[in-house]
């Protein structure tokens, strides 16, 4: 980048190929640590006066002088985090249908919890029985199987991190007028998770794969 016409730089300051001089730069940088380091001083010596003068209003907090809550089979976010929510939107049009919204703009690091993973709706949510679901592999395979999920907890397992979105997410930005939203509200059909389960390559595998039949 030339910087010739700076108006914050002198001719005679910049090199000839148009980068700032090294001396120049060691000199401003040294300059500007020491106004970093007279700032933090301040800063610091303002926070201990504060805390001097609030120290007494600190030890009377009343959690600091009681046992804390009991324990827990299942951990649950803290009722202090109680606006990190996903946000469900229903059509009204059709029952069961709808979304559940991740709220990005409440997240905190690339992982999505659980409980807040965005869900795309088609007829509710379903309530799948795992001691009865069964999973079923047949067709161009050399044996039909069918599989428990005792059966692929036998297996070696897999985690991987990855996201999944929805196909229609941020489909308000087609509208002709933009959207003045949050990025859940608006991007909230992507989440980000640990995934854990049994490669599908390890199944057909053992189905063993069947050549296409013609006609």
């Given at each position: 980048m030339d910087r010739r016409n700076d108006r914050y730089f002198k001719k005679d300051q910049i090199a000839e190929n148009g980068l700032l001089d090294r001396r120049l730069f060691l000199k401003k940088g040294l300059q500007f640590g020491v106004i970093?380091?007279?700032?933090?001083?301040?800063?610091?010596s303002s926070a201990k006066g504060e805390q001097n003068s609030s120290k007494n209003k600190l030890s009377d907090l009343a959690w600091m002088h009681r046992p804390g809550e009991s324990f827990s089979t299942y951990g649950l976010p803290s009722k202090f985090e109680d606006n990190v929510?996903?946000?469900p939107s229903k059509n009204e049009a059709a029952q069961g249908n709808g979304v559940s919204?991740?709220?990005?703009?409440?997240?905190?690091?690339?992982?999505?919890?659980n409980g807040l993973h965005f869900e795309r709706h088609h007829n509710?949510?379903?309530?799948?029985?795992?001691?009865?679901?069964?999973?079923?592999?047949h067709g161009l395979v050399k044996k039909d199987l069918i599989f428990t999920i005792d059966n692929l907890l036998r297996y070696p397992m897999q985690s991987k991190t990855c996201f999944i979105e929805c196909g229609g997410?941020?489909?308000?930005?087609?509208?002709?007028?933009p959207s003045m939203a949050?990025?859940?509200?608006f991007n909230g059909m992507v989440s980000c998770?640990?995934?854990?389960?049994?490669?599908?390559?390890?199944?057909?595998?053992?189905a063993?794969?069947?050549k296409k039949q013609n006609g």
């Open positions: 970093t380091s007279l700032a933090s001083t301040v800063s610091i929510l996903r946000y919204w991740t709220p990005l703009h409440l997240m905190e690091g690339a992982i999505t919890p509710g949510v379903p309530q799948i029985n795992p001691k009865k679901h069964r999973l079923l592999i997410n941020s489909n308000s930005g087609w509208n002709s007028q949050e990025a859940g509200y998770s640990e995934w854990t389960g049994v490669p599908l390559s390890a199944l057909l595998e053992e063993g794969l069947g």
